[in-house]
């Protein structure tokens, strides 16, 4: 899409950066997109801002291409892994707030689907709103997660799906759960482009979060209605 070469990305402006992020993540360039990310954080953009505005609405970008045979699955796992290095230097910054702990999630993406991007963006939002976070990576089947409610004792369980083929396995999930009477025992989010609330209702979640800020505000409520409900008992 672009022509990187020996463009010096400090001559941009702030606009012009934020597209050049968009075509270098477009191109899987994985350096140039990690240098236009330090540029914007040391021009006082916050950690927030270059995430959403930098390298979100540049993988928006890629998933039109995609879907429409623009692109192929080998140039959308580099614009993946350019996404994520960019993403690791904003890590620690989205992190490091200082907030109290409010609670405990464990997320992963469900069985068959590999995509993770979506997924480490919510935990990152998440363990930056104060949440601990357990991490399950990707391809879960329901024993994994079972484990790790064993394991860990979260609040919160959020699965991710990416695909339309394995977004029916959220409901193998919480099935399961029910039949364990593990149920009522956790509070059940779900995401993923392509889920909308009625999926989330008819599976059986608590919720579904269109984005990573909705997957906190959400959280974030449930455990004060969590915490309500504990106080009045
Ligand atoms: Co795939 N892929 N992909 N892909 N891929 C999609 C999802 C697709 C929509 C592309 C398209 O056609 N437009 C399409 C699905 C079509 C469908 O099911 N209807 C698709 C396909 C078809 C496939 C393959 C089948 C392609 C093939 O092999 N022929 C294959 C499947 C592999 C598998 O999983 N078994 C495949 C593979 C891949 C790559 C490996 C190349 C790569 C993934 C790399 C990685 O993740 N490490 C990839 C990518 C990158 C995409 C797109 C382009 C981008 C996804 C992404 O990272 N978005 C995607 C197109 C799209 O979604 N428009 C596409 C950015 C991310 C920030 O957004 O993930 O939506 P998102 O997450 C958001 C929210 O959804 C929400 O918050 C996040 C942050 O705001 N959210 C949650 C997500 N999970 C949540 C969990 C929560 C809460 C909120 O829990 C509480």
């Not at 914007?40 to 970008?61: C, F, H, N």
């Not at 702990?101 to 480490?120: E, S």
């Not at 909308?196 to 959400?218: H, L, M, P, Q, S």
Request: hydrophobic share 45%; with cysteine; glycine share 10%.
């Amino acid at each position: 899409m672009s022509d990187a070469g020996d463009l010096d990305l400090n001559s941009l402006n702030d606009e012009e950066l934020t597209q050049q992020i968009h075509d270098d993540l477009y191109d899987g360039l994985k350096e140039e997109v990690e240098e236009g990310v330090n540029i914007l954080l040391k021009r006082g953009w916050a950690p927030y801002k270059v995430l959403t505005e930098g390298l979100v609405e540049g993988m928006r970008i890629v998933g039109v291409d995609f879907r429409d045979g623009i692109l192929f699955v080998p140039e959308v796992l580099l614009a993946a892994n350019s996404m994520k290095a960019g993403m690791a230097i904003l890590r620690p910054l989205l992190i490091a707030t200082g907030a109290p702990r409010l609670g405990k999630m464990v997320i992963g993406t469900v069985k068959g689907d590999i995509h993770d991007i979506g997924k480490n963006l919510v935990a990152m939002m998440m363990e930056g709103a104060g949440f601990e976070v357990v991490n399950l990576g990707i391809n879960n089947p329901v024993e994994n997660y079972l484990a790790a409610l064993d394991e860990h004792k979260p609040d919160i369980i959020g699965m991710s799906a990416l695909l339309t083929t394995t977004m029916p396995y959220m409901k193998v999930v919480i099935d399961t759960m029910k039949e364990k009477g593990l149920r009522d025992d956790f509070i059940v989010l779900v995401g993923g482009a392509p889920l909308n609330e009625e999926f989330a209702k008819a599976i059986g979640a608590d919720a579904y979060c269109r984005d990573a800020a909705v997957a906190v505000e959400t959280a974030k409520a449930m455990m004060a209605r969590k915490h309500n409900q504990l106080a009045a008992n």
